[in-house]
Structures are given as structure tokens and as C-alpha cells.
């Protein structure tokens, strides 16, 4: 078996770092397919904060009161410090058809940001229609979270206009626009502080990784080693810094793990949080998410299987084992049989950095590997329900796609899309295809 790895995933394994899984052993008995698992003990958490603010109507709307109101926000004010902003509201199946803007002011400071658009459309980043958790009473709309870094004073302002098929007669007086969904409220997350750094429980002894691909691929083959050598097209394990070593607190998300059947395919996101971030608070930012995920928008865990920072670090996402196939929120109407993967930042207008690209090649050569799929081909997925594909539908897709492939979105932005190509070439690659 070592002979075998070493021949097909080459020299490579031995020069990359991994970090530990606890994966079952073989007397252990597996869950089945979609079913919960029982979570580990909570761990010490990192302290971090929601401060949630009720939005009121804005000028002339304020003799209107909320329900008509189709401006809503609130002026400057001093606030507890946060590092990251969302709007959330009642109804998760309401759409916000409308802009927001945020200005905020660095802490300690009388300095104030330009207004910053945040990303209104993010129920296509949710758990599958008809599942339980997409169908949670705690599950509420929300925009995309946006990352400001440290400060301690907020504006905001919604407004409400046409959906886009309208605008045009909106123009003309034909039509209004729609209002604003009921109980909109803004979200200020403090991340907390850092776990402390170089912690040696995160990381992996040198030349690890390649028992510990091997360890992984016989896993997923359910203990059968023959079976793993009959697929050898996988990619070294890569670098992976766990919950805990972004400083995950274990007590926000759900107690129970779900899985599903195997990992067909990767759709790649953008986090659409921005890029005013350094590489330095992108567990921070992580946090943030995770936080903003959990305890604003109602969702079980972070909605993510993996984060990718532009520096190319990769981070485990969904708790349940890094490699498992563990049931993530990310694209709706495809989250079975598939994994998320998210790029820290927006890329509609930006180039994602070359280590970006890298990162998504060797985390995607590697998870996908271990289930037997080819980075440059296809497979079929069918489809939970979306505005693309009707539910049940058995539809075609690459193996590693961009979140528009499934669903109807600017997701994962148009410049990190065009660099699908070269992500699908070098994992390949790297599985020695």
C-alpha cells in the first residue's frame, strides 16, 4: 500500500504538511448515510459577541412605520466593537429586493469609511429545501455578511427597489418597488480574540502526510485497502488548519454531525465579504461568519465544508471531519453529494491571487480524490430544488464547478470563475492524472 501511494501521488506527499483527523477505526460502527452522529464534547470557546439592532423607517418613511417603510436603517451611532456586518429579517423565504449600504468608523477613531454595498442575495447559500435544516423555525433572511475590520460606529441604510424584471416599468410609474421584508435588523459580530498561535496540537509531524492520505483513502473505502488500490488518483492531503485552530467555539452550532453519501463534486464560492482583510485576521473573519451563520441567519454550523484565504491557507469549515462527507449549506438544491468551498473575499471585480487557485487545486486533488473523482470530468447530481434546475432533476455537472453551474447567481464572482479551468487542470494534475 505505501508502494502504491507513493507511485501515484508522487513525491510530493512527503513535503506536505497535514493536519490530524480522528477517523473511525474499523470495529467502529458507521452512521448512515444523511443520518446525525453525536458530537464530541464542547471545547473551550473563544469569547466573541452578536449585538442585533432593530432598523426604523428613514425620512420621509418614518410617518409610515415599518411595514411600508421602503427605506430603513439608522443613523451614526457608537456602538460595543465588531469587525463584521448583515442584515437579517424574519422570513428566510423573503427575498430583499434592494440595496444596503454600511459606513463604519475604525475603532478609536474619528474616521469614517465610505458606503460599502453589501451583497443582498444569499438564500442561494442555504441548506436544501425540505431538509431539516432549511426548515428550522431558528432559520431567518439574511444579506452576506460583510467584514469591516475593528470599529465601534455604525451607519446603514436600506433601500427597497423593483426586482430586476420590473425595473423598467418602475421607470415609467408602472410599477413599485417591493417592499422590505418584515423585522429588518442589523448584525454586529465581534469575532472574540485568536487562539493562541503555533499551537502543536494543530499541527502534523513533518512527512505525515503521506500515512496520513493513506489512512484517509482507506476510510473512505470502508477499511478495505484492496479496494483503495484499485483507485489510486488522489492528491496529497494538504495543509489544513482545523476549528480549532481558527478558533471555532463548539458551543454555538449544533450538538449532531450529518453526512451524506459521497463527495461527487466542489463547488467553489466567494465568502463576498470583501477584501479589505489581511491574511493575519482571516481566522477572525472565519469566526465571523461562522457566528454570523449560526446565531443571525439560524443555520446549524458554518454553511461551508472549507475556507480559502487569499494567501491560499485552507480552513476546516462544517464541523464533522475534514475527510468525511459531511452535509454543508452552500448551494442550494445541490448541498447532497457534494462539498463547498469558499474563497475569503470578493471577486466579481477583484483577480483572485495565484495561491488562491493553488489551494483550490490541492484541497480539491485530495477530497475528491479519496471518492474517486476526476477534477476535468463530470458527474450527475440531482437537484434538492432551485431556480435553475426543478427538484429531482438529474442534472450534469463538472466535478468542480462555480456555485453559478447549479444555481442562478453572481456567485463566485466572475473573475474567480474564469480561473475554474486552471483549478480543474492542476488538480488533476496533482492526482497524477
Not at 425620512?59 to 463584521?84: H, I, N, W, Y
Not at 474616521?111 to 438564500?123: D, K, L, R
Request: contains cysteine.
Amino acid at each position: 500500500m505505501r508502494g502504491f501511494l507513493a507511485s501515484s501521488i508522487g513525491v510530493t506527499c512527503a513535503a506536505a504538511l497535514a493536519l490530524p483527523l480522528t477517523l473511525p477505526s474499523s470495529g467502529a460502527r458507521a452512521a448512515a448515510p444523511g443520518a446525525p452522529s453525536a458530537a464530541g464534547p464542547a471545547t473551550e470557546g473563544i469569547p466573541g459577541r452578536t449585538e442585533s439592532i432593530p432598523l426604523t423607517p428613514l425620512g420621509s418613511d418614518r410617518a409610515l412605520g415599518s411595514a411600508g417603510a421602503r427605506e430603513q436603517g439608522l443613523g451614526r451611532r457608537d456602538v460595543r466593537p465588531f469587525s463584521l456586518v448583515g442584515v437579517v429579517w424574519n422570513d428566510p423565504e423573503a427575498e430583499l429586493h434592494g440595496t444596503v449600504q454600511v459606513r463604519t468608523r475604525a475603532t478609536g477613531t474619528t474616521t469614517w469609511s465610505e458606503w460599502q454595498p453589501v451583497e443582498t442575495h444569499n438564500h442561494e447559500h442555504t441548506a436544501d429545501p425540505g431538509t431539516p435544516e432549511h426548515d428550522a423555525d431558528t432559520v431567518r433572511g439574511s444579506t452576506a455578511p460583510l467584514w469591516v475590520g475593528d470599529s465601534d460606529g455604525v451607519e446603514i441604510r436600506v433601500r427597497a427597489e423593483a426586482p430586476p424584471a420590473t425595473s423598467r416599468a418602475l421607470a415609467t410609474g408602472a410599477a413599485t418597488a417591493t417592499p422590505l421584508p418584515e423585522g429588518l435588523r442589523l448584525e454586529l459580530v465581534d469575532p472574540g480574540d485568536d487562539p493562541p498561535p503555533h499551537n502543536p496540537r494543530h499541527e502534523a509531524p513533518p512527512g505525515s502526510s503521506e500515512r496520513q492520505t493513506e489512512d484517509d483513502l482507506i476510510a473512505t473505502r470502508g477499511g478495505d485497502a484492496g479496494q483503495a488500490q484499485a483507485r489510486p488518483y488522489v492528491g496529497p492531503r494538504p495543509r489544513i488548519i482545523t476549528r480549532k485552530g481558527w478558533g471555532a467555539d463548539e458551543r454555538l452550532r449544533e450538538r449532531k454531525f450529518a453526512y451524506t453519501k459521497t463527495v461527487k463534486a466542489a463547488f467553489i464560492h466567494h465568502s463576498a465579504t470583501g477584501n479589505n482583510y489581511r491574511c493575519s485576521q482571516s481566522a477572525a473573519a472565519i469566526r465571523s461568519i461562522y457566528r454570523f451563520h449560526v446565531k443571525s441567519s439560524g443555520w446549524r454550523d458554518i454553511g461551508y465544508n472549507f475556507v480559502v484565504d487569499k494567501c491560499g491557507n485552507i480552513y476546516e469549515g462544517r464541523a464533522g471531519g475534514v475527510a468525511k462527507p459531511v452535509l454543508a449549506a452552500h448551494t442550494l438544491g445541490f448541498n447532497s453529494n457534494s462539498m463547498g468551498i469558499a474563497v475569503l473575499g470578493s471577486y466579481s471585480y477583484s483577480t483572485p491571487p495565484k495561491a488562491v487557485v493553488t489551494a483550490i487545486a490541492r484541497l480539491t486533488a485530495w477530497k475528491l480524490g479519496l471518492y474517486g473523482a476526476n477534477p476535468r470530468g463530470t458527474t450527475y447530481l440531482k437537484s434538492g430544488g432551485g431556480n435553475l434546475y426543478k427538484k429531482g432533476r438529474n442534472v450534469r455537472l463538472r466535478v468542480i464547478s462555480g456555485h453559478r453551474d447549479g444555481f442562478a447567481t453572481e456567485c463566485p464572482g466572475g473573475r474567480l470563475y474564469k480561473k475554474l479551468g486552471k483549478a480543474r487542470t492542476t488538480s488533476a494534475r496533482y492526482q497524477g492524472r
